[in-house]
């Protein structure tokens, strides 16, 4: 573990280094949102992505399945630091292992959301249908009843993974919309969010964007120098999304009587 990136006086926070070894450092946050890798099925090259078909890209994932002895491990350390929220994204097949896990560290299972993708990639054998949606589950890890932004909204959150925002350098990157829209909806400025396996930046972006606070660790150099990189443009940026100037508007008969 390295000593940590630091943007923004110490509001955004970058390590590089494995994230158990950097969440056992850490005392706490007030919400973990983070995408861990899937199983093994989910790390092949048969299953394919759009992004990868449009970047000629045809070969296993570049880091490891998850393990269940790291997925327990995961949940008891997300659990123990949240004070709020622990979001996660997982294939459908895991929702179930992931539940029992966070439940076992602790945490309230709340339901399984859906992140939709109207552009995903086809089924390409035509034998079954195409996989056009990932999961999102979801528990409370803090004291008393749950709570977040969204009153009665669904769980179903629709965004295409192409899009104008995408840096492609990362093989799972979720797009900025859909992040921005779950910081929104789960979280309150000036919070901070923990992401343990931060990739290439996209949640810390999001929560920079946002005026929330955020911790990001990535183990892969690679990965971890683009997310400083791109995270320290959204800081640079920070006040045009945060305080926006107002337009300076003119009266209809301005300068009519001069």
């Not at 390409?124 to 999102?136: C, T």
Request: aromatic share 8%; with cysteine.
């Amino acid at each position: 573990m390295t000593e940590p990136v630091v943007f923004l006086d110490g509001r955004v926070r970058l390590y590089r280094g494995d994230c158990f070894d950097v969440m056992a450092t850490l005392s706490g946050a007030d919400h973990v949102i983070s995408d861990p890798p899937y199983e093994k099925e989910a790390h092949r090259s048969m299953r394919r992505t759009q992004a990868s078909i449009r970047d000629g890209v045809d070969a296993d994932l570049d880091f490891s399945a998850i393990t269940e002895e790291e997925r327990l491990a995961m949940a008891r350390e997300a659990t123990r630091l949240s004070r709020g929220w622990v979001l996660l994204f997982c294939q459908a097949e895991a929702v179930t292992p992931w539940r029992d896990a966070l439940e076992a560290a602790g945490a309230k299972y709340k339901r399984s959301m859906i992140w939709v993708k109207p552009d995903s990639s086809p089924q390409f054998n035509g034998q079954m249908p195409a996989m056009g949606y990932e999961s999102m589950p979801l528990a409370w890890a803090g004291e008393g009843h749950s709570s977040w932004n969204g009153g009665g909204k669904r769980g179903v959150y629709t965004h295409c993974t192409n899009n104008k925002d995408r840096h492609g350098g990362h093989p799972t990157e979720k797009p900025l919309s859909l992040m921005a829209e779950l910081i929104r909806d789960f979280t309150q400025p000036e919070q901070t969010i923990l992401d343990p396996f931060m990739g290439s930046g996209t949640t810390g972006m999001a929560c920079v964007r946002s005026g929330r606070r955020f911790i990001g660790v990535e183990k892969d150099p690679k990965y971890f120098e683009i997310a400083c990189e791109r995270i320290r443009k959204a800081c640079e940026q920070g006040d045009l999304f945060l305080n926006p100037k107002p337009a300076k508007q003119t009266g209809l008969f301005d300068g009519a009587a001069a």
